[in-house]
């Protein structure tokens, strides 16, 4: 016999299944919006259960900084806002705003975490862009004075600098440095010299770890009405998880300048050793604890761009078992080789010649590409080598791509060789190559301080006219000594 109808059960599931509607376009719009510092992903199994990336805003202490949360939908969404939760906490030691609490509280109106003008409030119009935008924009030039009561204090002040500097040393460290050792396997208590002692990290409290709130809780009771996601989710999957380890790598390898710039300007203000101070609004449970150590800093920012240069060599090794396992991946990669380098080697594409050839012709997972200067630009005549790295779980992770040929360039990271680029098909080598191509010739510029890995570069490029004069003949002359002149 069937059970009993119940309109308030049918309602509720209606309501929920027009949060899972809304949740999954708010979720796309995100992913496909091309505002590079938002990110957002969440399991099959639960849609209401989500994790966001906020990275830092640029010429901030948070600059470049990877901030993580876990945002929870409530089955009335969008008539009740979502719970959010950031994780990136040092493990509730460090806190991160006066707004961003070091047990992950997030302070908002919109949120109803704090009080606010009227009009401030939730509304049903607003959704996962403006709650995370919100949040953003606490990340400021000054954050002291997002603390109550303290509006009137400027960044010029002695107690906001401070504020700002620990910030920035601590931003660096947690959201950056040790959220990449996490995803490497890397212990960063352990030297890689044997006849050096391991350097302790004593800037705030005991070693990192990145903490995963998932908690195993048993299933509630079935209802016949409506299925109850959540509880299941937490019942049946508890595997751990983690979904944006190769946008980290690859946002890291893009600002790896930017933080070493960073490290060795802050250095020159803060000695090595010398406490953080503490604001009257922080306390020992709520603040950030920690001394300066901006050497150790760096020597693991270096450790971190070396484990991410041999994971390519790793990743040749994986694709040659691939081959011999007779894989789908490689076998799609050697097919789509011998269409690309048709279309790239015998013919002009594009604007620009591209030649695309296997070091190892049994291999298809490593390419070499030979990048010719297009003729009548600051390139015309300059021969570049890269490399192009195709990972074993393609297309879940991009392709890694070095410019082995130095090449002074604004998109162009002097220190890792990394290209900034985009695909506009991120499942598709094809698609690859002529993002890599495009952000070569950079024809169309765009100030944007989140594609320019080059911060010599990008001074030259957007510091005036005499200055872009500069930065062309620095160009030129990469193109020049490409060919040995």
């Excluded at 409030?121 to 030039?141: D, F, K, N, P, T």
């Excluded at 396997?185 to 391991?198: F, L, N, Q």
């Excluded at 081959?323 to 594409?349: G, P």
């Amino acid at each position: 016999m069937p059970p009993p109808r119940n309109p308030a059960g049918m309602a509720t599931t209606a309501n929920t299944m027009g949060a899972v509607n809304r949740i999954t376009r708010e979720m796309a719009n995100i992913q496909t919006s091309g505002d590079l510092s938002l990110a957002a992903a969440c399991r099959d199994t639960d849609v209401r259960k989500m994790r966001a990336l906020i990275i830092g805003p640029p010429e901030t202490p948070y600059e470049f900084g990877f901030y993580e949360f876990e945002i929870h939908f409530p089955k009335a969404y969008p008539i009740e806002p979502p719970t959010v939760t950031c994780i990136t906490t040092n493990g509730g030691k460090c806190r991160f705003n006066p707004n961003i609490y070091a047990q992950g509280k997030v302070c908002l109106s919109i949120l109803g975490t704090w009080r606010g003008e009227e009009g401030e409030q939730w509304s049903s119009a607003q959704g996962l862009e403006s709650v995370l935008l919100s949040i953003q924009s606490l990340m400021s030039s000054n954050p002291y004075e997002n603390e109550p009561g303290f509006e009137r204090f400027k960044l010029e002040d002695k107690d906001a600098t401070a504020y700002a500097q620990k910030i920035r040393h601590e931003s660096l460290r947690i959201a950056v440095i040790t959220r990449l050792e996490q995803i490497l396997g890397i212990d960063a208590r352990k030297s890689e010299d044997p006849e050096t002692p391991p350097v302790p990290d004593t800037t705030c409290g005991s070693a990192d770890v990145f903490i995963e709130n998932d908690v195993a809780t048993p299933a509630t009771e079935p209802s016949v009405y409506e299925y109850d996601a959540e509880s299941s989710y937490r019942a049946l999957d508890l595997t751990p998880w983690d979904p944006f380890p190769d946008l980290l790598k690859r946002r890291f390898l893009w600002y790896y300048d930017a933080y070493i710039a960073t490290i060795d300007k802050a250095s020159k203000e803060q000695k090595d050793g010398k406490a953080f101070a503490l604001t009257r609004f922080e306390d020992l449970h709520n603040g950030m604890a920690g001394t300066y150590q901006y050497l150790n800093l760096r020597a693991r920012l270096d450790r971190i761009r070396r484990s991410l240069a041999s994971e390519c060599d790793a990743w040749k090794l994986a694709g040659a078992k691939q081959v011999r396992d007779s894989t789908q991946l490689a076998t799609q990669l050697a097919f789509q080789f011998k269409q690309l380098s048709y279309k790239w080697n015998e013919s002009t594409y594009a604007g620009c010649r591209l030649e695309i050839s296997l070091p190892d012709p049994s291999n298809p997972f490593v390419w070499h590409l030979t990048l010719f200067g297009e003729p009548s630009t600051n390139l015309d005549g300059g021969v570049f080598n890269l490399s192009f790295a195709v990972p074993p779980n393609f297309p879940e992770a991009w392709p890694r791509v070095y410019i082995d040929t130095p090449m002074y360039h604004h998109r162009i990271s002097a220190s890792t060789g990394t290209l900034c680029y985009f695909p506009v098909k991120e499942d598709e080598i094809g698609s690859h190559l002529e993002g890599i191509v495009k952000a070569i010739e950079d024809k169309d510029p765009r100030f944007d301080p989140r594609i320019m890995v080059n911060p010599d570069a990008s001074a030259l490029y957007w510091g005036g006219d005499e200055k872009r004069k500069v930065y062309y003949r620095k160009v030129r002359r990469s193109a020049q000594d490409s060919m040995g002149c």
